[in-house]
């Protein structure tokens, strides 16, 4: 039997990830940047069980302490058969997981949860990856969770299978407050949605080419360690890709008049003085964008519009604990940027 332990954070895009080029190999349609979260992480252990091997055998995934036996578990077998593909192991898994986030707090678990998977199955696997082999490992789980693998401020680059994978890119010190107006379950799942998107609504060539261009104007703030052109980036990224999904037909529309509260109030706010922007994902709650002095002051001043929850910048997916034969030293997670490819 082999163990690996992996901690894992989710992440908030900057310039959004909305579509695939390739959904059998999760290749997104364009580039993506995002700030990692410090609150919330995923801790997830993989056992891998040399006597339970093979087509007859299962895998067991427990999350919260849990038994999971819907289509979590299918995608978690689904993961769990890549890797072995790539170890050349028929050995079946018992995966346990803690996932943090507080139920419905409005942030994606898949980004933490498959970049945790990713990391301890490899390690327990005795792959021995890279952080870009993890990346480009994690986006075949969850597109998102591509980026939770580096952490801090990264670019998810398009590309092949070869070429799709997240990296660290030096950014300004940056704050969020995450905003909670809406707990109930989103109207409908991003995936499905942005398969939607792609097939109905008229404005996603648009949404490709501005975001295209988006990525590379926010590489630039990012480097140029501009702050304010960086939040003016993300908060018009978000509203064009909530404008590209309400294009879809029939229409799916994520972001409520609460929601819409949230992005005045944020307004307000820079009249007022204070740097902050506004980013919204696959549902109705707010995420807003600021710098470390400001977060406290954000925070309090949008507590009346929904549970607020403050975050700075977090670290990359990392290995805490590994036992048995050909598993890597936790001391070296996380593994360097080089690709061993
Ligand atoms: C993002 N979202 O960039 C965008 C913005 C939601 C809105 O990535 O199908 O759960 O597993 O690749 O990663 C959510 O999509 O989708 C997402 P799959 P995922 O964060």
Known sequence: MTTATAVAHPNIALVKYWGKADASLALPATGSVSMGLD?????TTV???DGVAGREAWDTFTLNGHLVEDGALVRVEQFLDLVRSLAGSSARAHVVSENTVPTGAGLASSASGFAALATAAAAAYGLDLSQRDLSRLARRGSGSATRSIPGGVAVWHAGDDHGSYAEPIPAPPMAMVVVTI???PKPIGSREAMRRTIATSPFYPSWVTSTTETVGDMLAACAA???TRIGELTESNALR????????????RYLTARSVAVFDAVAELRAAGVEAYATADAGPNVVVLTQPADRAAVASALAGLGDVIESGTGPGA????????GTPDPGVAPATQESTE
């Open 182 to 184: 809406d707990a109930g």
């Open 318 to 325: 990392r290995l805490v604990r590994s036992e048995g034969p």
């Open 225 to 227: 360690g501009d702050f």
């Open 39 to 43: 609150v919330f992480p995923t801790t």
């Open 47 to 49: 056992t891998v069980d």
């Open 241 to 252: 890709m909530h404008a590209t999904i309400e294009g879809a037909f029939p229409p799916i």
